[in-house]
């Protein structure tokens, strides 16, 4: 009985998740993602940036070709009219070269693994005020550390990248849900797994784009 309950799991996870029917194409890694910034995440879920890579300006009114690196004050030039100053800290993110990059911590981060669950690497600053301990400064320390984090590509939260912020994720797909659940505490916690049950969830839940 066992062994026939495991082939009928394997067999629903092979399945992908029907759910509520999106129009759209789905994501795979040579889906053309258009270039420019993005105000909010709807511009980021439309594929639509709000101002396209090629109308950005530096200072100068040099055409910004890599956002990544670029300094300074950004601005937008219409089609007609004076440019705009951009405040890239207000912006949700960007794209380039169908890499994403989102507006967190200390400044802009590239989504590594792109999905209906997305993973990506931000940097946070923090002070520890643990001054109890010697050679401590009065104040406390300023502390820069890489924290993992999950993007929720249907409600737009950032969860933490751990078995509670995955118990989260998972909660659209019950059958996912209930194997992530039967896992010992311990296997949950693990990187291993909570890639490993990102990668099903988004196999049985594509990201689509508008045509």
Same mark, same amino acid.
């Given at each position: 009985?066992?062994t026939?309950?495991r ?14 029917a ?5 994501y ?11 105000r ?6 439309n594929n639509?940036p ?8 530096d ?9 990544r ?17 951009l ?5 949700w ?7 994403? #990059?989102?507006?967190g911590?200390? @400044?802009? /981060?590239?989504i590594?693994?792109? &999905?209906?669950?997305?993973?990506l +690497? %931000?940097? *946070?600053? #923090?002070?520890?005020?643990?001054? @109890?301990? /010697?050679?401590?400064?009065?104040? &406390?320390?300023?502390?820069?550390? +890489? %924290?993992? *984090?999950l ?13 509670? &912020? ?7 797909d019950?059958?996912?849900?209930e194997?992530?659940r ?30």
């Amino acid at each position: 009985m066992i062994t026939i309950m495991r082939g009928l799991l394997v067999l629903l996870l092979s399945i992908p998740f029907s759910g509520a029917a999106q129009d759209g194409v789905d994501y795979v890694g040579a889906t053309d993602l258009r270039e420019g910034l993005y105000r909010n995440f709807q511009d980021f879920r439309n594929n639509a940036p709000a101002v396209p890579l090629e109308k950005i300006r530096d200072d100068q009114g040099v055409a910004v070709t890599d956002l990544r690196r670029a300094g300074g004050k950004l601005y937008w030039q219409p089609d007609s009219g004076d440019r705009k100053a951009l405040a890239m800290d207000k912006l949700w993110g960007f794209c380039q070269n169908d890499a994403v #990059y989102i507006s967190g911590g200390n @400044g802009f /981060y590239r989504i590594g693994l792109l &999905g209906s669950l997305s993973h990506l +690497m %931000v940097e *946070q600053t #923090y002070q520890d005020w643990n001054s @109890g301990m /010697y050679g401590y400064p009065y104040g &406390g320390v300023t502390r820069t550390v +890489m %924290v993992q *984090q999950l993007l929720d590509m249907e409600s737009a939260k950032f969860l933490d990248f751990s078995a509670a &912020g995955m118990d989260q994720a998972l909660q659209p797909d019950s059958i996912l849900l209930e194997e992530f659940r039967n896992l010992p505490k311990k296997q949950r916690n693990s990187d291993e797994v909570l890639f490993r049950f990102l990668r099903m969830y988004n196999d049985r839940h594509p990201l689509t784009f508008p045509d």
